[in-house]
């Protein structure tokens, strides 16, 4: 029989397609599955809308063959078939599908068509150096066979086939320095491929599954008992799971379920603290079933972590990881969504258009967020356990964009209490502030416990209002970025005026820093440029010294983008203050020394600076110099 040439360009499509389009070769059985399940959505259509169609929904089934010795593996199904003039027009014209044609013609929405493409079927060539499809329409005694192996054309010619469907018969390539094709051939990895991608197709896909069982023999062994031994057979099995979970109604299935599923699917060994189902309709609809893990996976916060939603089309897995479904503020969610609305591009393995993403992404983004803050308020406890292992991400998601996503994460963020000793929201530290207060205050250390030591806390304290401690390298950033809640500014307490005093102690103040004014002339004149000023304190109460800062870039800042490796440290500095309280013994003694000793008070100064440093976690540029002028004073 003369060999036909495919038509449009289809030499040229043909390999631009199985060189170009498909990103992994191994969805070439998802594809062809695909096409066996819109063969048996059309002839259950027909079925249900003719009654001269006698076919009910459980004679329908997609068969899966494997055969070692002839190196091929066959899809098979009882669905709709084709006819000798389909065949030609759908496997010989490629981008042309039948598919799309039937949807257009029943004109049905609740039809749900896999592939309208016309391409799909050409993935068979990414793994076969020749492809057989014998098909026999419903209700024909004829059946006819395309073969084709590949750019050469195609032959058509008489087939057989004992019953309505069709199989598609593909012979393998021989492997290669590249690719294994041989793997195809393993009924394991076959399986797997399957429910990796076509788990949930509607309909029942079987396959001759190797099985060993440990039996009962004939023999028996001393104690008269029979002998077992471990037989393998072959069974005939469905190995997909069809409905999936989150496709089955709310009262069929539990929380108990969702939370074992998501262990088995997302191999976790803790149960998730919240799950999440979404039934979506409208512009674009979906369904959902999302998760909140109850720790962080050992390398959440690396950049190896691949964060994303499993992306179902119909049942279909289309993208194993979407990252376009979340913001990344809640990239810790793990789930799935499956949307029959989403416009595929021609590899079904992206996306065309991600107007209907942004759709799913935002309504996701309400959810997940509702549900976040209905365990902040219902379940504290469940909260501290969730927030212990995402907490940082969700700072992180503040600070991102220029603060883009503050509104949306500012009331689920959590921060230590210097008074209650627990953790409390911003709008609870607001709530509780007294009378008078009208700044938020924090204190920032590299730990929760060295912020609460502070010197610089004292004035606050004095006043009876709390301080939130920060002890994360994002906690300060989240403040500069948020810079005020519900109208309460947020207020270093390590930074310059804390809006603390009143007219008359101002200038109380303003008239005794007048007064030390030759010492701390002295004491500027001495650290040079290793401060930008020093002054009278009017934070510290017992202690003698701090360092504080003047500017936008605290301490804790400087000390975040010095740690980074590689970093230009010299570019992010602070401007520090040394602040000294002149109540303090110690700067009577400086002033004595003054007076008397201008080198001995000189060593002083430096010792008192050295000595704000180390409070603060700074580290001293010349230990070796402290070490001496601490010994010299004795």
Known sequence: MAKKQFKAESKQLLNLMINSIYTHREIFLREIISNASDALDKLYYRSITDSSVPVSREDLSIRVSVDKDAGTVTVSDNGIGMTKEEMDSNLGVIAHSGSLDFKKEVDNPDIDIIGQFGVGFYSSFLVSDKVTVVSRPYGSDEAWQWSSEGTDGYTLKEGQRDSWGTDVIMHLRQDDENENYSRYLDSYEVQSLIKKYSDYVRWPIHMEVEREDYVETEEKDDDGNPKKEWVTSIKDEVVNSMIPIWQRPRDEVSDDDCKAFYKEKFRDWEDPVSVMRVNAEGVVSFRAMLFIPGQAPYNFYSREYEPGLQLYSSGVLIMDKCKDLLPDCFRFVRGIVDSPDLSLNISRELLQHDRQLATIRSNLEKKIKAELARM????????????????????????????MKADLLKDLLLFQSY????????????????????????????????????PQTEQVRERGYDILLFGEDADEFVARTLRDYDGKQFCDVAGGDLGLETDEERKASDERDEAEKEIMDFMRQTLGDAVSDVRPSRKLKTHAVCMSTDG?????MEKYFASIPGADTGRVKARKVLEVNVGHPAYASLKKAYAEDRDKAADMVRIMHDQALLIAGMPLDDMLGYSDRVFGLF
């Open 376 to 403: 902040l308020d219902e379940d504290r406890e469940k909260y501290l356990g969730f927030y212990k292992a995402f907490g940082p991400q969700l700072k992180y998601g503040i600070v991102e964009d220029y603060g």
């Open 419 to 454: 008074d209650k000793d627990s953790m409390v929201t911003l709008k609870e530290y607001v709530d509780s502030m007294p009378e008078g207060q009208s700044r938020i205050y924090y204190a920032a250390a590299e730990s929760i416990a060295r912020a609460k030591q502070l």
């Open 552 to 556: 936008d870039v605290s301490l804790e």
